[in-house]
């Protein structure tokens, strides 16, 4: 099982960053796919969430309209659409698979928002 993100780096506030997670080794249509963040000294945080088909999301209220996911699944590939970047977003994203007691992580993306 793998999965790896990328589209991370330094952005000024205001900016916008697209990250990408790619899948392999598991049924990826098969799995919830979810978007966290871990900045340093702070707890893991759930930022968005996305149903295995696609239709169902949700976010974190502090990314509300500023941050869309979405799935490809005939690419195996989820995204996250990050929009009006704040400082307070800075962090290390990890993207996750879940279902059931299956659990798999990536190794994170950095996403730096400064000026």
């Known amino acids: 099982v793998q999965l790896v993100e990328s589209g991370g780096g330094l952005v000024q506030p205001g900016g916008s960053l697209r990250l990408s997670c790619a899948a392999s080794?598991?049924?990826?249509?098969?799995?919830?796919m979810n978007w966290y963040r871990q900045a340093p000294g702070k707890e893991r945080e759930l930022v968005a969430a996305i149903g295995s088909a696609g239709i169902s999301t949700n976010y974190a209220e502090s990314v509300k309209g500023r941050f869309t996911i979405s799935r490809v699944n005939a690419k195996n590939t989820v995204y996250l659409q990050m929009n009006s970047l704040k400082p307070e977003d800075t962090a290390v994203y990890l993207c996750?698979?879940?279902?059931?007691?299956?659990?798999?992580w990536g190794q994170g993306t950095q996403v730096t928002v400064s000026s």
């Open positions: 996750n698979a879940a279902r059931g007691f299956d659990n798999y």
């Open positions: 080794g598991f049924t990826f249509s098969g799995y919830g």
